[in-house]
């Protein structure tokens, strides 16, 4: 069997592999990223979080996306019945970037990897890793290309960022329940031909559906007149919908979305709608012998914030940095520089995740008098992707003040 050896392999070369193959590549280490579908591919998540371009600076990867033409977002509008709210990212307490842009997935990735093998990552596609090894000095992957050929790579230290594929949980058995609600999600893109003057190009709009607040729309204005759209709600109420295609299951629920269906009421599809049920998972544990997991691989909570590449491109700062310092021999601490730093912003996310679907947060973020106090600076810093920042007392304990300020606006 064929064999190569490398400092650090990287198991999928979506945002959290780009980003931490860039980072390592840059400091000098020998680099082999191994993606098993050819890039530019289709995948949803296309509204990023202003915390994402610090991220995509820190690589230096910036330039080409913003070179690139992507469309401009400065935050998210929400719509329930009569009622509108926006957030204007900007306005927020934590200190960084107000603004990021929504993105069509296949040419962003495309661009990431790309500036990540400019900077000497050696990136494969079309390989599927089909075994993991971990030894004193490293870990070891069977690696299986298109033709089925094997071959074996060794590295000092392997991170998994396969986003919803899970390799290692997969493979070391390391997948856990996870505590969300089983949800599935309905989805298309279409030629959205809107012409309504209130629609802002430049926002996410969420919609809560009229009659049950746990179903909710997106629509994601991208570049040249494309938009995302989808629907979420609980499995076996979108298993009841009418409809024996999800495309069929899309337009039923569309149908009862109010203003959004008024504003896409022109759309016209330009690919298949698509299903993704159970999306949300967990993990025993992010680390273990010469490993860790990165961004989707470990944990998926919910699209309704867009936190999932927000989440995946800190796991690979936060990854690259412990293992960069680990390779120059220096003595690190994976569970609190990593896993511990990590999940103290995926809980905050968590918590809005869950105060949504109980409604506080959907309260809050359509109560009219909520002004430009602290508070509502606080909840927009999350909502823009500054779940890890400790001065913002909403993300050091996110429950109770979520709960306090629902309390205070009754």
Same mark, same amino acid.
């Given at each position: ?23 390592? &590549? $840059? ?5 082999? =990223? +191994?993606?098993?579908?050819? #890039?530019? %591919? ?107 050929? &094997? $071959? ?5 230290? =392997? +991170?998994?960022?396969?986003? #919803?594929? %899970? ?115 967990? =993990? ?127």
């Amino acid at each position: 069997m064929q064999t190569q050896n490398c400092d650090v392999a990287i198991i999928g070369a979506g945002p959290a592999g780009s980003i931490a193959s860039a980072l390592l &590549a $840059r400091k000098g280490w020998n680099v082999k =990223v +191994l993606e098993r579908q050819h #890039f530019p %591919r289709f995948s949803i998540g296309e509204s990023l979080l202003p915390q994402c371009i610090e991220f995509i600076q820190q690589a230096e990867l910036f330039d080409a996306i913003d070179a690139h033409g992507f469309q401009f977002k400065d935050g998210a509008a929400f719509s329930h019945k009569d009622a509108y709210s926006d957030i204007y990212f900007p306005d927020k307490s934590s200190e960084g970037w107000g603004t990021a842009y929504q993105v069509t997935r296949a040419d962003f990735d495309k661009i990431l990897i790309d500036g990540s093998q400019a900077k000497g990552a050696d990136v494969s596609f079309g390989d599927t890793v089909t075994a993991f090894e971990s030894h004193a000095d490293g870990a070891s992957l069977t690696v299986q290309d298109e033709n089925g050929e &094997a $071959r074996r790579i060794n590295a000092r230290f =392997v +991170l998994d960022a396969s986003g #919803f594929g %899970r390799v290692l949980p997969r493979l070391l058995d390391l997948e856990a329940p996870s505590n969300m609600i089983k949800r599935r999600s309905t989805f298309c893109h279409v030629k959205d031909n809107i012409t309504d003057t209130k629609f802002d190009r430049k926002k996410i709009l969420v919609t809560v559906h009229p009659e049950d607040d746990k179903i909710w729309y997106w629509l994601i204005p991208l570049a040249n007149g494309i938009s995302s759209i989808g629907v979420v709600g609980a499995d076996d109420t979108m298993a009841a919908i009418a409809g024996d295609t999800p495309t069929e299951r899309l337009n039923t629920m569309l149908s009862q979305s109010g203003w959004m269906k008024d504003i896409l009421k022109d759309a016209e599809p330009v690919r298949p709608a698509l299903e993704i049920t159970g999306y949300s998972a967990n =993990v025993k544990s992010l680390i273990g012998q010469n490993y860790a997991l990165l961004g989707n691989a470990a944990e998926f909570l919910d699209p309704v914030f867009s936190s999932g590449v927000t989440i995946a491109m800190k796991s690979a700062s936060l990854a690259a940095g412990v293992l960069d310092r680990q390779l120059r021999g220096e003595n690190v601490d994976w569970q609190a520089d990593f896993a511990d730093e990590l999940q103290y912003g995926v809980n905050a996310f968590r918590a809005c995740v869950n105060a949504w679907y109980d409604g506080s947060l959907q309260r809050i973020i359509f109560y009219k008098d909520k002004g430009g106090n602290d508070v509502t600076r606080h909840v927009t810093a999350i909502l823009a992707g500054y779940a890890w920042d400790k001065k913002n007392p909403i993300v050091k304990n996110p429950e109770r003040y979520i709960d306090v300020i629902d309390r205070l606006i009754a």
